[in-house]
């Protein structure tokens, strides 16, 4: 009884998820049959590798792959790191800070206004102090990217941190830099799990400074070496735009799944308070 | 244990971010270039270029905008960080203008007769007559694509002219609800590339000689009405769909670069020059539109000697028979007449010709923004938006307040 | 009192630091650039043209449309991805089983690059080869050609745009769903309130703050939009998906009139805060409280 008055749900929810998925499906399909165009069909029919296969040893897609993981990590442990102590110092009430509003704002801003805008001045800037040949220059982009959601993100978390445990922490005699990290850091570890996942998926996949700031094919980060899979004069091979599309969602599904309890409770956390 | 595995991690993170900087102490050469086929073919052919001068050629594959931006950005650097750089002809000059390319005659490097001359004339500045400044590294042709069953069966002989392209299309679409013509009207350089071929074929010219456009002209509005009749009982696709649908006969004609349809040796359509008349009677004007990739130095080059030289070495007829295998497209005469190659590749006569006869886009350091703003109104008049005439005339406006 | 001082600010420092580094410089440059007719590759130096650029801007009936077509998208993109991501989070709560399972099968698609998506749809669109076509084709219907077709491109667009991201907005709602205090719930069955009463007076007004977040976000990334548009139409037919970004990217990258490209991009920063501005305010009110307290 209790099923049957559920049944609409399931039907209206499995709608929803087999609309959501099959464009993910359809890719799997595309990256493993020899002959996309010859015969279009739901299922597949000649199942092979060759694409999967193909981009790994003739495209060497190892080396994006590890460099879209090099540039991602560092970019998310310095925004964590910086971003977390200013996020602290900001959101708990023992801290006053003059000119707290306007940076605040200018914060918000930097997240708000189109990255276009920094784009061509950032580049004419790291050239003019000789920082292209490096990785440096798209680690800070990426840090820039990621940096405001981080510290806005945060603040509400170390806002909510009773007092209480703060000032006892202090009659201990704990010194700032001990209250902070042995006492209210591991309190919103949640809230640190579910911003760094946000910002792995937005440095994962960002494009446009890394198109700019990226000089030499050894630093390639992965949706550069894909967007090349597109082009005028030739016909796009399918077979690989899809695995390559495959191959690069992995790494950040793997994450979501795996971290997919801390990214709920972080964002349950996250959403009672503000 | 996590301390030190954090210390190791981090480290080698370290490492790996300022590892470009020691990269450049040893000899290369760097290439931006243009991915996709063009980079597999020199990956393919390099080593022997390595080995000889003991350097280490690394190549760049861009997207084609992306490539346009890194040349140009880098260009006002005192150090490129390129030494060698893949252009697209249109843009020929206006990165020759602003100087991104080093004087090939003044390196050394020869002239070559062997080339096809339309393509050699794209890397002069100025056009035709200059200095040369880059060497045609692959050379596409737009052609004429028809699948022969469908022309057979309508008893019609390969189009000379567009009234009968356009002729043979209404039969297709009224006999058989075929699809008589294929247009490729995304706005932008697709729309531009697609339409130009029939403008030239009513006797068109974007400008006249004192760069004022005449767009808005009555070969105009004949090739624009041309193009609309031929959207109509025809469709509007993008390349994938253009390919499949002459190739398996759902649509009779269309226009394409050559490598959409014909892979190696072999070819899923029939092909022939683009139309060069608009009426059988008519007088004939170059239609194949070029777009050839050139090859050139940079200015900024610190290692400009070394970069000719493998310019020679990639341009050169050997190389070129090599790249062939890789789905190069020749530049020289020589490689489109070599025997061996003229019996294994069957489109490389037509190529010859089509290349003979071929035309290139205005030669202005402006015609990026001309292309943008031509294809936002041709495209408002395939769409129904603007009238034929409405179209034209604005189009010529905007194109004439780019030039000015 | 000091050391808490000193401590302070030297949580504060690196990212001050790294603020005015990477901000302030590139939004001075774009300024003062906005009002020049700087040309990347020009070989004179660039010159000041005064407003020039901004009433060239404005004038041009193309970067007129691209806002329309801008701001269109935003606010049918935001309310449709909210109100579906609400709709779903509400339902998948209501359920017993499952929905572990459904909210990592949701959430794949925010996690694909943007070119791929893009590249997929345009896969799945195409119009013999594609599957959508193809499906449509067994109930006798079509074939559309979704991105040539003035009537269709558009929307088109702004469907895969729904498909991406409607998932994301559902995580959020759904984790703001759970924090919802169950004991309120209760208080209201008691009282008799009905289904909707209970959802407008208890269920919005707990979840409005996760509410203004999705829409937040949603918003900034909307009036973004470019990489689809830039694969899939080009901005056609007939300029009917031109946006701002793609505008900019067109005559201030692609084209290298970073002058023009400037104003574009200062009048789409305007249109950006008149947006935002209710946001911040009340962020700051927010923030102000905390001071008085």
Redesign the interface.
């Known amino acids: 009884m209790n099923w049957l008055k559920a049944s609409p749900k399931y039907v209206v929810l499995t709608a929803v998820v087999l609309c959501t998925l099959f464009p993910v499906y359809w890719m799997l399909v595309i990256a493993t049959q020899r002959d996309i165009f010859s015969k279009v069909s739901i299922l597949p029919s000649s199942l092979t590798l060759e694409h999967v296969i193909d981009i790994f040893t003739k495209d060497n897609y190892m080396l994006p792959l590890a460099n879209s993981f090099t540039i991602t990590v560092t970019s998310l442990l310095i925004v964590l790191v910086f971003g977390l102590s200013s996020a602290y110092v900001l959101g708990r009430r023992t801290f006053r800070i003059a000119y707290k509003n306007t940076l605040l704002v200018w914060i918000l801003l930097v997240r708000v206004l189109p990255p276009i805008t920094f784009a061509l001045p950032l580049y004419i800037m790291m050239n003019d102090a000789g920082l292209l040949s490096t990785k440096l220059p798209i680690i800070l982009a990426h840090v820039l990217v990621n940096l405001p959601l981080v510290i806005w993100f945060m603040m509400a978390f170390f806002y909510s941190v009773p007092e209480e445990i703060e000032e006892s922490a202090r009659m201990d005699g704990a010194s700032e830099f001990v209250i902070y990290s042995k006492v209210i850091l591991p309190l919103v570890l949640p809230g640190i799990a579910a911003v760094t996942i946000l910002s792995f998926m937005a440095s994962w996949n960002e494009y446009l400074y890394s198109v700019i700031f990226i000089q030499s094919p050894g630093d390639f980060t992965i949706p550069l070496k894909l967007a090349t899979l597109n082009s005028e004069q030739e016909l796009t091979e399918w077979g690989k735009v899809a695995s390559g599309g495959l191959v690069s969602v992995i790494p950040v599904l793997l994450t979501a799944v795996f971290m997919q309890k801390h990214l709920m409770n972080g964002l349950t956390a996250g959403a009672v308070k503000e | 244990m996590r301390k030190r595995l954090a210390i190791t991690l981090s480290l080698m993170m370290a490492a790996s971010i300022v590892a470009g900087c020691q990269a450049k102490s040893e000899d290369k050469l760097v290439i931006a270039a243009r991915g996709g086929s063009h980079v597999t073919a020199m990956e393919a052919v390099k080593a022997e270029f390595e080995q000889k001068h003991n350097v280490k050629v690394e190549i760049i594959g861009l997207e084609s905008a992306d490539l346009k931006q890194k040349i140009s950005l880098d260009a006002k650097n005192k150090n490129g960080a390129y030494d060698l750089i893949m252009a697209d002809d249109p843009w020929m000059p206006e990165l020759s203008e602003a100087g991104i390319f080093a004087n090939l005659t003044e390196l050394g490097v020869e002239e070559d007769a062997d080339f096809e001359e339309s393509s050699l004339a794209l890397g002069k500045h100025p056009y035709q007559t200059g200095d040369l400044y880059a060497l045609p590294f692959s050379g596409n042709v737009q052609l004429f694509f028809y699948n022969k069953q469908l022309l057979d069966n309508y008893n019609a002989e390969v189009p000379q002219s567009w009234e009968e392209v356009l002729h043979i299309a209404n039969k297709a679409h009224e006999e058989d609800n075929l699809i008589g013509y294929v247009i490729r009207g995304q706005q932008g350089n697709p729309i531009v590339s697609d339409f130009l071929p029939i403008f030239w074929a009513y006797g068109g010219q974007v400008f006249d000689e004192q760069w004022n456009a005449q767009i808005d002209s009555e070969a105009g509005q004949q090739a624009l009405d041309t193009y609309i009749q031929l959207a109509a009982v025809g469709a509007n696709y993008e390349t994938t769909d253009i390919v499949s649908s002459v190739s398996e006969g759902r649509a009779t004609m269309a226009l394409g670069w050559p490598s959409w349809f014909i892979a190696g040796e072999t070819a899923s359509a029939d092909y022939a020059p683009i139309p060069s008349k608009a009426t059988a009677n008519g007088a004939a004007a170059s239609t194949g539109m070029i777009g050839n990739w050139m090859m050139g130095v940079t200015a900024n080059s610190q290692n400009k000697e070394l970069a000719a030289n493998f310019l020679t070495f990639i341009t050169s007829s050997d190389t070129q028979k090599k790249l062939v295998e890789h789905g190069g497209v020749p530049t020289r005469k020589s490689v489109y007449l070599d025997s061996e190659l003229a019996a294994k590749y069957k489109h490389f006569p037509i190529m010859l010709e089509a290349l003979q006869n071929s035309v290139a886009r205005p030669r202005t350091a402006k015609w990026s923004r001309v292309e943008e703003a031509l294809g936002v109104e041709l495209s408002a008049a395939i769409a129904g938006t603007k009238s034929i005439e409405a179209a034209l005339s604005d189009a010529n406006k905007a194109v004439n307040e780019i030039m000015q | 009192m000091h050391?808490?001082r000193r401590?302070?600010w030297t949580?504060?420092a690196?990212?001050?630091l790294?603020?005015i580094g990477?901000?302030v410089?590139?939004?001075v440059?774009?300024i003062s650039n906005s009002f020049t007719d700087y040309y990347?590759?020009?070989?004179e130096a660039k010159q000041f043209v005064g407003l020039r650029n901004y009433i060239k801007a404005v004038q041009d009936e193309?970067f007129r449309k691209a806002v329309w077509n801008t701001l269109k998208f935003m606010l049918l993109a935001v309310t449709i991805e909210t109100a579906l991501g609400l709709a779903?989070a509400v339902?998948?709560e209501?359920?017993?089983k499952g929905a572990?399972l459904?909210?990592?099968?949701?959430?794949?698609?925010?996690?694909?690059?943007?070119?791929?998506v893009a590249?997929?749809?345009?896969?799945?669109l195409?119009?013999?080869?594609?599957?959508i076509n193809?499906?449509l084709a067994w109930f006798g219907a079509g074939p559309f050609?979704y991105?040539?077709d003035?009537r269709i491109a558009f929307n088109a667009i702004l469907f895969i745009d729904i498909?991406q991201w409607?998932?994301f907005a559902f995580?959020?709602l759904y984790?703001?769903l759970?924090?919802v205090p169950r004991s309120q719930y209760e208080a209201a069955k008691v009282d008799g309130a009905g289904k909707l009463r209970i959802f407008t007076h208890i269920t919005l007004p707990n979840?409005m703050?996760?509410l203004l977040?999705v829409i937040l976000l949603r918003t900034?990334d909307t009036?973004?939009l470019f990489?689809k548009v830039n694969?899939l139409?080009?901005?056609?037919?007939?300029?009917?998906t031109t946006t701002?970004?793609q505008y900019?990217?067109?005559h201030?990258?692609?084209?290298?009139?970073?002058g023009y490209?400037a104003a574009a991009?200062?009048i789409?920063?305007g249109l950006?805060?008149l947006f935002?501005v209710i946001y911040?305010k009340r962020?700051?009110g927010?923030?102000?409280n905390?001071?008085r307290?």
């Open positions: 050391s808490k401590f302070q949580m504060l690196p990212v001050i790294l603020l990477l901000t410089f590139p939004v440059y774009t990347y590759l020009a070989s193309v779903i339902l998948i209501s359920l017993k572990k459904l909210r990592v099968s949701l959430l794949i698609p925010a996690l694909l690059p943007p070119v791929t590249l997929i749809w345009q896969m799945m195409s119009n013999h080869n594609g599957i193809h499906m050609n991105l040539m003035i498909w409607t998932p995580l959020l984790a703001g759970q924090a979840i703050p996760t977040l900034i009036f973004r990489d694969i139409t080009g901005g056609g037919p007939a300029n009917s701002i970004t900019i990217y067109r201030g990258v692609y084209n290298l009139q970073i490209g991009s200062i789409m920063v950006v805060l935002s911040i962020s700051l927010g923030s102000q905390e001071m307290h």
